[in-house]
């Protein structure tokens, strides 16, 4: 069958692993024959997690009334059967001279148009902006709340994380999905709950395809309402204090000046 005379699908998909993330795209052929109420079906896909293509595969699998019998994978490069009638096809078509067509469609069929996929959708990025806050300050036992955004990233796959100490947080963090604004960008945002600790570090980090590194955002506490009013407090005694301070110096240099001595 040619694949041009059927329609293809593609779809991205997002990959988190050890804290990396790719790509992976997906091209899709499906074929499926009713007859007599059996189903046959027919799928090919053309799979790839990096744009130079080295991890570029094919597979082509059979499936007979939804149960999977034979497949062709580019990397075995044969057919492999699972079931006794998908080994004895495996074995019948891996003695064929068409199983050389079916190693030639990943450099035929594959790699072009993954290479085109890759060009005109996955490697048009836009870096997520970020913005990080407190939802809630801690008090009276409470844990205090902070809020780690990312707003109007292209494509949708994206992972969000905190550390504490340079160490990734496991524990009291909730994240949403990745949610579409409806202008082919995306936002998604994370919850950390922590009890602040005097000298501590908390970093959210953003992995994105639109970055080669992580993007990672150090949390600089700010000085809650009650305790700028303590400093605004001290510091106007303070300076009070010098004002009185000095002008009660200037006050004693100038009697002190006036003062005659009279010989004994």
């Given at each position: 069958?040619n694949?041009?005379?059927?329609s293809?699908t593609?779809?991205?998909v997002?990959?988190?692993?050890?804290m990396?993330l790719s790509l992976q795209?997906l091209?899709l052929?499906?074929?499926?024959i009713r007859?007599?109420g059996y189903?046959?079906?027919m799928i090919k896909e053309?799979?790839?997690?990096s744009a130079?293509?080295?991890?570029a595969?094919y597979?082509d699998?059979?499936?007979?009334?939804?149960?999977k019998y034979?497949q062709?994978n580019?990397?075995k490069?044969?057919?492999?059967g699972?079931t006794?009638?998908?080994?004895e096809?495996?074995?019948k078509?891996?003695?064929?001279?068409e199983?050389?067509?079916?190693r030639?469609e990943?450099?035929r069929v594959c790699?072009p148009?993954?290479?085109i996929?890759f060009?005109?959708?996955?490697?048009k990025?836009v870096?997520?902006?970020i913005?990080?806050?407190?939802?809630?300050e801690a008090?009276?036992?409470h844990?205090?709340?902070?809020?780690c955004?990312?707003?109007?990233?292209?494509p949708p796959?994206?992972?969000v994380?905190?550390?504490r100490?340079?160490?990734?947080?496991?524990m009291d963090t909730?994240?949403?999905?990745?949610m579409?604004d409806?202008?082919?960008?995306?936002?998604?945002?994370?919850?950390?709950?922590?009890?602040?600790?005097s000298?501590?570090?908390?970093?959210?980090?953003?992995?994105?395809?639109?970055?080669k590194?992580?993007i990672?955002?150090n949390?600089?506490?700010?000085?809650s309402?009650?305790e700028?009013?303590?400093i605004?407090?001290g510091?106007s005694g303070?300076?009070?204090?010098?004002i009185?301070s000095a002008?009660?110096f200037?006050?004693?240099k100038k009697?002190?000046?006036e003062r005659i001595?009279?010989?004994?």
């Open positions: 069958m694949w041009s005379s059927v293809q593609l779809s991205v997002g990959c988190r692993d050890k990396l795209l091209l052929l499906t074929l499926t007859t007599d189903f046959y079906t053309c799979i790839a997690s130079d293509l080295t991890d595969e597979i699998t059979y499936y007979f009334n939804k149960v034979v062709f580019s990397t490069g044969r057919f492999v699972f006794e009638f998908g080994l096809t495996a074995k078509w891996n003695n064929r001279p199983v050389q067509q079916e030639d990943l450099d790699k148009n993954l290479e996929q060009s005109h959708i996955v490697d990025t870096k997520p902006k913005r990080l806050r407190s939802e809630e008090s009276g036992g844990p205090a709340i902070l809020l955004s990312a707003y109007d990233f292209y796959a994206i992972d994380y905190w550390l100490d340079d160490e990734k947080v496991t909730i994240s949403t999905e990745e579409a409806g202008d082919w960008y995306y936002q998604v945002h994370s919850h950390l709950e922590y009890t602040p600790t000298g501590e570090k908390i970093s959210c980090v953003v992995e994105h395809a639109s970055s590194k992580p990672i955002y949390w600089e506490p700010h000085v309402q009650s700028r009013n303590k605004a407090i510091a303070l300076v009070l204090g010098i009185l002008a009660g200037i006050y004693y009697k002190s000046s001595l009279v010989p004994s």
